[in-house]
């Protein structure tokens, strides 16, 4: 199969990509979380809570990563019986933060750090024991300049983060479905590391083009297990950060030979429970595809400012879609409800942000039909949209990878039962904060006939958003690392909504099981060239019976 046949597979004909013999030994199943052996360990601190002020200490590193990816509740929930069973059975679950496909968790994380009182290195955050494992000692800030292309002065940070992608931890479960979740995974992570850092004063850019065979030298990962996915270097705010490729330019083009051979190979044991792990030649084929080798293969983006002015201050333009619109409805502006978790050392706005994590939750059948009003709504998608004025890869813009397409990611929803809204798909313009309304009508049957799982009731919601974006998956600018890139980009704008909709008393359920040609055909999209990406249902709820236990590192 050609690797672009199997990422048209992978999102219109899912069940192309899936053995239907398949079947899941889960007693054999991966830990939800890598343990390095044999390595020396630092213990994070236990104590934590947003700052009020700044810092570069440990203590603040370990808040960084709890708040981030760190296990912050154990939950036993009590699960329907099946049918002819009488008895109820449970399950437990580790919660974090940020939701994961199946709960699997298939992201890693890695961090270089040079603060004090720790050695400079790289380090592997273990999350079920909070502490840092030291891989590899040493500065190592020319290694990273070069292999992001001399696209960011790393003496100017004093940090860098690494997702990576584990990808035996969820395709023993969905099988190359999994390469689909696995890019909305890390982008979902990268999302919430960019929520975080805003508490903590640190300023960080995403790098989705990088020599992968370097960095995974550097951190000492074998390709065909596990592949860095994004670089995120962090600084203070107040630093003289670089990220404009036109800022700071080296003298040639770098290769990952040369880089790796300045560095010896690591070769450390981890943990990961399976004890036959089986083979995914179309990942490897995938990953292998995406893979740069030469600074010279990274894509020149269109240059932007280094800070896009607000929302409210740019300049709008007519909306892509505006001409296929049947009616314009203005949003109110969100005023003094702004739900504003972004701030920086402000104990109110730390407040509001912890609230909204520590409340994040999928709701699957525990919707129920509350009204959700017009003001709710219109402050779900512009604080949403807000964040997207976040460079991403240096000179591209979060919402812009897709170059010369003409569409970034938008949002798009169906509407039912919102009083001062007519029942109907809509598309949101982030410029003009204006609801487009493409076709008329009550769209729940379509939209609940299209689900694979009946995991959700839609009559239950009155607001089902898509994520949109272009259905070439970028591959016309970066070929087939265009489709893990754009699952990121997908991934962090994910995570904004279901933060802001946590904020405002809402939760929203992510889902690929839907049929992305009925959801396609609502909106009309063939024309456009779109395609819905993720299906988040959202609304009120009221959760069912289960024990949970907060946890602190």
């Not at 020396?40 to 700044?54: A, E, G, M, R």
């Not at 203590?59 to 329907?80: D, H, I, K, M, N």
């Not at 990808?167 to 979902?188: E, I, P, T």
């Not at 201050?313 to 502006?333: I, T």
């Amino acid at each position: 199969m050609q690797l672009s046949d199997f990422l048209n597979d992978l999102h219109f004909h899912i069940d192309n990509v899936r053995p239907p013999d398949m079947s899941v030994d889960w007693d054999d199943a991966p830990l939800p979380f890598k343990l390095y052996q044999g390595l020396p360990v630092v213990d994070l601190p236990s104590d934590i809570s947003l700052p009020t002020k700044p810092g570069q200490t440990i203590r603040e590193v370990s808040g960084l990563l709890w708040y981030t990816y760190g296990l912050t509740a154990v939950c036993q929930a009590v699960l329907p019986p099946a049918e002819g069973v009488e008895r109820m059975s449970t399950m437990q679950l580790l919660r974090r933060y940020v939701p994961s496909g199946g709960g699997l968790y298939p992201s890693e994380l890695y961090v270089y750090l040079k603060i004090d009182g720790l050695p400079w290195g790289i380090y592997h955050y273990d999350v079920a024991h909070h502490r840092l494992v030291c891989l590899r000692e040493g500065n190592y800030d020319a290694y990273l300049e070069r292999a992001l292309g001399h696209r960011c002065l790393l003496s100017s940070c004093f940090g860098a983060v690494f997702i990576s992608t584990l990808f035996w931890k969820n395709f023993y479960k969905y099988n190359n479905f999994s390469y689909r979740l696995q890019g909305l995974d890390a982008g979902v992570l990268i999302g919430q590391l960019l929520e975080v850092c805003k508490h903590y004063g640190y300023e960080g850019t995403v790098y989705l083009q990088f020599l992968d065979t370097a960095l995974n030298h550097l951190l000492g990962l074998n390709a065909a297990e596990e592949s860095v996915y994004a670089l995120v270097p962090l600084s203070h705010r107040d630093a003289a950060y670089l990220s404009n490729a036109d800022d700071f330019r080296g003298p040639e083009c770098e290769t990952d030979e040369h880089l790796c051979g300045e560095l010896p190979r690591l070769l450390h044991r981890y943990y990961l429970k399976s004890k036959k792990v089986l083979e995914y030649p179309t990942i490897t084929a995938m990953n292998d595809a995406s893979m740069f080798h030469s600074t010279g293969s990274f894509v020149e983006a269109k240059s932007e400012p280094q800070t896009a002015p607000p929302l409210a201050d740019r300049v709008k333009s007519p909306h892509p879609m505006k001409s296929r619109a049947r009616r314009v409805v203005a949003l109110p502006k969100p005023g003094c409800q702004s739900q504003d978790f972004g701030g920086a050392f402000d104990t109110a706005s730390n407040a509001v942000f912890e609230a909204a994590c520590r409340q994040r939750y999928s709701p699957g059948l525990e919707f129920v039909p509350e009204k959700v009003s017009l003001e709710e709504v219109a402050l779900l998608l512009w604080e949403s949209m807000s964040s997207f004025g976040r460079p991403a890869d240096g000179t591209v813009r979060l919402g812009e990878l897709a170059l010369e397409s003409g569409f970034g990611l938008s949002i798009a929803c169906c509407i039912h039962g919102i009083d001062g809204l007519d029942d109907g798909a809509y598309i949101y313009d982030s410029e003009a904060h204006t609801l487009l309304l493409l076709r008329e009508g009550d769209h729940r049957m379509e939209l609940q006939k299209g689900m694979s799982m009946p995991n959700v009731n839609l009559f239950q919601v009155p607001l089902c958003v898509h994520l949109v974006g272009h259905r070439d998956f970028y591959q016309k600018a970066f070929c087939c690392r265009g489709y893990r890139m754009q699952q990121m980009e997908v991934g962090m704008l994910l995570q904004r909504l279901l933060l802001t909709a946590s904020a405002i008393g809402l939760e929203g359920h992510p889902l690929l099981g839907y049929d992305e040609n009925v959801c396609d055909d609502i909106y009309d999209f063939s024309q456009s060239g779109q395609t819905c990406l993720v299906q988040v249902p959202v609304g009120h709820y009221r959760k069912t019976s289960r024990f949970e236990v907060p946890l602190r590192a």
